[in-house]
């Protein structure tokens, strides 16, 4: 049997604001000289998500990776109202969770594992820093814009079978998008959101995993503008972060294990 170690729930970072993490220790005896972090979505992609990250975060641990899972400023179990997210401080963010597993593992090599609009984060911080050794992309948001479009899109499509809401006397200061509250502020910094406007890598080594067919052939065309060593897949699975009829959470074994083989070659 493998041996895997129970992972540490813990707050860092500012101590009037601090971030939720997971760190899954790997065995000493299997070590590998890389920790990973990985960046999740938000809204309700987080929460659909989630089962299939924790699941990669424990396979990237079995096979000797330190890997540290976290919840940004006002999302998930970190503080912060809901409202007052902002993509600067989810950036500020990674990069104090890079600079935790860091200290955590002992280690200076990292590699970021982005998962939706956790994808854009990565590829953002990691074209900002230009320290980053390793980069996988899984479904990234590629721009802002259309990925908005797709969650009004959605919202409309369940709001069809629920009654209509009381008009209400004031104007919102934020939009309620599938649940979630989406600040005006965060809605424009969102829709500004461009991966092809990158002209800096934004690590050394990059992997992108795309599953929707209409985004296939993408990734080459993202990557050739960054000089990044990098490699894409196309894969047949579900679209994890979309609601499932029965409410259950899917995780797609074909993608988590390209996940880490990627990752171990890389960091062999």
């Known amino acids: 049997m493998k041996s895997v170690k129970i992972p540490l729930p813990f707050h860092f970072g500012p101590a009037a604001q601090p971030l939720f993490g997971c760190y899954h ?12 972090i990985i960046c999740q979505p938000i809204g309700h992609e987080y929460i659909n998500c989630h089962r299939a990250l924790r699941q990669l975060a424990v396979r990237l641990a079995e096979v000797g990776f330190p890997v540290l899972r ?42 970021i594992a982005g998962l939706r609009l956790g994808g854009a984060l990565a590829a953002m911080l990691g074209a900002e820093r230009g320290d980053i050794e390793s980069m996988l992309l899984w479904d990234p948001v590629v721009d802002g814009k259309s990925y908005l479009e797709d969650l009004q899109l959605l919202q409309k499509e369940q709001m069809r079978s629920r ?8 104007a919102q200061e934020h939009l309620e998008i599938l649940g979630f509250p989406f600040t005006h502020a965060l809605y424009s910094q969102v829709q500004e959101i461009k991966l092809r406007a990158i002209t800096r890598r934004p690590a050394k080594n990059m992997f992108m995993i795309q599953s929707r ?43 988590l294990q390209s996940i880490v083989s990627w990752t171990c070659r890389m960091h062999s």
């Open 25 to 36: 220790e790997p065995d000493l005896a299997r070590r590998r000289q890389c920790a990973v």
């Open 70 to 111: 976290f919840d940004y400023y006002g999302c998930g179990d970190s503080s912060g109202n809901a409202e007052a997210g902002t993509i600067p401080r989810w950036l500020e963010d990674i990069s104090e969770a890079i600079f935790q597993v860091k200290q955590r593992s002992k280690l200076d090599t990292v590699c």
């Open 163 to 170: 009654p209509k809401p009381g008009r209400r006397e004031r």
């Open 213 to 255: 067919t209409s985004d296939q052939g993408r990734g080459a065309e993202l990557f050739n503008l960054t000089e990044s060593n990098w490699e894409y897949q196309a894969l047949p699975i579900p679209q994890i972060w979309l609601p499932t009829t029965n409410g259950s959470l899917l995780v797609p074994g074909q993608a």
